[in-house]
């Protein structure tokens, strides 16, 4: 099926999931796909963990989707 720029939203970074099959889901993700954090990093702090990142996405992309499985999710790539 081919994306439709027209339907879609932008990414909401404000989402937070409380829900324990989401935190489940998460760090079954994070386990599989992503290295385990190797300790504090050069330059400034983040202002969440680096594994709360994927469980802001992956609860948007699947709001969009349980919305209209034919909705994009867009993230705005400019400096500022």
């Known amino acids: 099926m081919p994306i439709d720029p027209r339907n879609s939203r932008p990414f909401d970074v404000h989402r937070w999931p409380d829900d324990p099959e989401v ?3 998460v760090n079954q993700v994070w386990d ?5 954090d190797e300790g504090p990093r050069p330059g400034p702090k983040p202002k ?4 709360d990142m994927p469980k802001v996405l ?9 919305t ?8 705005h790539l400019g400096f500022n």
């Open 23 to 25: 935190r489940e889901l």
């Open 32 to 36: 599989e796909f992503f290295q385990p």
């Open 58 to 66: 992956l609860l948007d992309l699947y709001l969009a989707w349980s």
């Open 48 to 51: 969440i963990r680096h594994k």
């Open 68 to 75: 209209d499985p034919g909705q994009s999710v867009g993230i």
